[in-house]
């Protein structure tokens, strides 16, 4: 509840850390703030409203004049295309704040004062067209959170994750439940909630929900929770996963890996260490920040004249002719750290007496690319292994899948991170060779790391008798291309 307040109701600066996700969430879908609003209401409230921007929704209760009075609350926040400053100083020296304030154009989000008007064409009796709407809370709870102002997005995002607001909690509880079980508690579609929408089994939704509220929204509890219940526990079921049919939730569906989750499955194979942090990604993010936050000093949040005057002077005429990026010793700092670690891993090339030095170059070259999914850009370009196992393009909403494809077999018979596990260097084939603590590793145990590593479980007797003499190179390839590896059990 809180990270949705923040990404709805907070304004500011991108460099300022408590406002850099509403800088990102409202940038998302720039210059089309009604469409921003549908997205907003189908993620957060699994509602569909946006049907009734053009007209009175032909399949629900929701009104044009509804949709219009719930958008208003936050159609004047908007991302900033130019800083304020900009906007208020006239004159010579508006070309040097321009100069300045370049990069910043962008990186703010704030209320501005553009009330929001019906359609020209707007055909029902309740008001005329171009009339303008004041926001108005058209369901959940009756009385407007308290609030400096009532139509303003912070009261929006206040309502909108108010314990009893019919459909925040619901829809959390359901998406949380999709994913460990493959399935909500309610018929599809989970963004389609309605007034007569009744789940599946009821008092098992009602108990979770209350669940979710006695617990203070703190999702990495919620999910031990149910993590941590029979019916999660058990073996995961084959049978096909009909969205028309009843569900029981006896146990989950056999479903794929996510992409992101897959991805990871293999950067743990290969990396030395996976849970390292993109050093590189964040020094980028710290340089930028640090040079957005520098102009901002020099000219943001000062009275005009004290700015005009400071571009006269000679420091400010320099300033703007040739602002460079500042100095950043954090960014710096963070960059050391990160070739430092990437040079050591040379001291690795020791550890494999039987692979060759383009095998080593080959691993060390990849390894500059293999961070978790949560510390790589989203989304990664197209072709990446990440979209070609389904990563959201984030062009539409809830658009990833788990689909199998041509591409993607292809990918794990023949790609570049399917090599890489078998690469002499990879974290599994120097375990594996290293099994025996120093001695000659025999086959049983090396078949049982990459067993471990893979697959998460020991091998069977027989499969270490039809392990034996196979090379542990070809026995991980066997088993990434197993459904036990891609699916979860």
């Known amino acids: 509840d809180q990270m949705v307040r923040d990404l709805v109701g907070r304004q500011g600066n991108v460099w300022e850390p408590e406002n850099a996700g509403a800088v990102g969430f409202y940038l998302r879908d720039f210059g089309m703030p009604l469409e921003h609003f549908g997205i907003l209401m189908q993620v957060f409230a699994g509602t569909r409203m946006e049907c009734a921007q053009c007209h009175d929704h032909p399949f629900d209760h929701w009104t044009q004049m509804d949709f219009h009075k719930l958008a208003a609350f936050t159609y004047g926040v908007r991302a900033s295309k130019y800083p304020k400053v900009y906007e208020e100083i006239d004159g010579p020296e508006r070309s040097a704040v321009n100069q300045i304030t370049i990069p910043m154009r962008f990186a703010s989000v704030h209320s501005r004062s553009w009330p929001l008007k019906l359609p020209h064409d707007y055909s029902y009796d309740d008001a005329k067209p171009l009339d303008v709407v004041a926001a108005k809370f058209v ?16 009261t929006f ?36 909630l309605r007034d007569d929408t009744e789940a599946f089994n009821p008092p098992l939704e009602n108990a979770l929900i209350a669940e979710m509220r006695d617990g203070g929204y703190d999702l990495r509890t919620f999910l031990a929770t149910v993590m941590k219940s029979e019916a999660y526990q058990r073996q995961a079921s084959t049978r096909e996963n009909d969205p028309g049919e009843k569900q029981f939730f006896e146990s989950p569906y056999l479903r794929r890996m996510s992409a992101e989750q897959v991805w990871d499955s293999y950067v743990t194979l290969i990396a030395s260490s996976p849970e390292r942090p993109n050093l590189s990604r964040q020094a980028y993010r710290v340089r930028v920040l640090n040079d957005l936050r520098v102009r901002a000093e020099k000219v943001c949040g000062k009275p005009q004249e004290e700015v005009r005057e400071w571009l006269r002077t000679s420091a400010g005429k320099q300033f703007a002719a040739n602002p460079r990026t500042p100095a950043c010793p954090e960014a710096d700092a963070l960059m050391k750290e990160q070739n430092v670690a990437f040079k050591d891993l040379d001291r690795l090339e020791a550890t494999v007496p039987n692979g060759t030095k383009a095998q080593f170059y080959e691993w060390k070259k990849l390894h500059a690319e293999l961070y978790r999914a949560s510390d790589l850009a989203t989304p990664m370009p197209s072709g990446h292994f990440l979209r070609t196992f389904g990563q959201s393009d984030r062009n539409l909403t809830n658009n990833a899948n788990r689909h199998s494809s041509i591409p993607q077999f292809l990918s794990i018979f023949n790609g570049e991170m399917s090599a890489a596990v078998e690469n002499p260097w990879s974290s599994v084939m120097r375990a594996a060779r290293q099994s025996s603590g120093g001695n000659e590793p025999d086959s049983a145990s090396v078949s049982t790391v990459v067993f471990l590593s893979i697959l998460s479980r020991y091998p069977t007797t027989n499969e270490l008798e039809i392990a034996a003499g196979t090379s542990p190179e070809n026995l991980a390839a066997a088993l990434l291309s197993t459904s036990e590896f891609l699916f979860v059990q």
Do not use: K, M, Y
Not at 168 to 173: A, E, L, S, Y
């Open 157 to 192: 995002a206040r309502w909108l994750t108010n314990p009893q607001h019919p459909r925040f909690t619901r829809v959390i509880v359901n998406r949380l439940w999709n994913e460990l079980f493959g399935a909500p508690l309610v018929p599809p579609p989970l963004d389609d």
């Open 139 to 154: 369901f959940g709870p009756a009385t407007a959170p308290e609030g400096d102002d009532s139509s303003s997005a912070d």
